[in-house]
């Protein structure tokens, strides 16, 4: 039988996502499920279809002072760190593309989440080649070799190529997550995106 | 000892209002939270704070495909009703006037849901006397006098200052919870809200 796979799509400067990320590999093993990381850029998405060039919650305020709150109280909930970071939303360019870098290796989910940690737990620029390279070395890779790699001409076509894809999927926001056909947007429907991988619908 | 309340603050031309206004009730007795109805209108909220005079839903139409297989996914989950109602979204003017005429009285919950299927389920006119009056005959009530009631100044007046509290309140969209002092967003947030109404947190 094949194993039943979901595609979590993510953008390492958004908030929702971080909560994914942090608990994505648990709940997805513990449903026998099979994780794709799927990095890409929110930002090119906000532009074509809202015609903004920031985050929708700097541009709706309102919503922006809600969400800080609720994140807080998402992270006391589910037990995770939390640091509301001093800019946001932080470029997560040089992130995804390390990411695309790598590809499948076994080493990318724990080096995503280190980047989620750093950004939201930690308050850090998960911009800087300094930082980057920091996670990857706890990772056990070669930095200056992964860093260098990120910034060749194929590896910002498939970042690219990834992003126009989540645009002709349909995906608005982030995390947002794939299986079988269906997408499923948001933290909040991480268990029920789980629940049709697994055929419980 | 004081029982626990929960704020529910919704529209009924907002579709996932639809989702938290049948399954409310019976989430909060189990909570044994005290659930407390308050209907308001969206539409001035939207326009203040987006600049729009339609659903958001509406005027981003990737994000609407989503939230219409989102809906329909949901109400199989849970059990409900669904037909997709051919005019969205809906006037719920009346409705909600009729609501504020009523204030707290103990056929409220079930004319409220009521009127959530009617325009959810059924695919009717939930701002027309005809069908509002239908309804409210249903829960025993005069609709004669309780929609003539909703046409006077004072009831007016009343749903204007909901929407303006709303407003003040840091209310975005709908469904919307209160309770000692939090404020939580959403259908997917009435677990937590009740949770955090009995002291879960």
Same mark, same amino acid.
């Given at each position: ?12 400067? *958004?908030?929702? =996502?971080?909560?994914?990320?942090? #608990? ?6 513990? =449903? ?10 929110? +930002? ?14 700097? @541009?709706?305020?309102?919503?922006? #002072? ?14 995770? +760190? ?9 470029? *997560? ?14 080493? @990318? ?18 911009? *800087? ?10 990772? +056990? #890779? ?25 645009? #002709? ?11 079988? %056909?269906?997408?499923?947007? %948001? ?15």
């Amino acid at each position: 039988m094949k194993t039943a796979a979901l595609e979590f799509w993510f953008d390492f400067a *958004s908030t929702y =996502s971080y909560l994914a990320a942090m #608990r994505a590999e648990e709940l997805a093993a513990r =449903s026998g499920v099979e994780l794709l990381w799927r990095p890409f850029l929110l +930002g090119p998405l906000f532009t074509a279809q809202l015609g903004i060039k920031d985050s929708p919650f700097n @541009v709706q305020p309102v919503r922006g #002072r809600y969400m800080w709150r609720d994140l807080e109280r998402l992270c006391a909930r589910y037990g995770l +760190g939390w640091k509301k970071p001093t800019t946001f939303p932080r470029n *997560s360019l040089l992130a995804a593309r390390i990411c695309c870098a790598a590809g499948d290796a076994p080493f @990318v989910p724990a080096f995503c989440r280190a980047v989620f940690a750093a950004n939201f737990a930690a308050d850090r620029d998960i911009n *800087s080649p300094d930082v980057l390279g920091e996670l990857l070395a706890a990772q +056990g #890779r070669d930095p200056i070799a992964l860093i260098a790699r990120a910034a060749t001409p194929d590896v910002k076509a498939a970042l690219k190529e990834r992003t126009d894809e989540a645009a #002709r999927r349909g995906v608005f926001g982030a995390p947002t997550f794939f299986t079988d %056909g269906e997408m499923f947007f %948001g933290h909040d429907r991480m268990d029920h995106a789980l629940d049709w991988a697994r055929g419980k619908r």
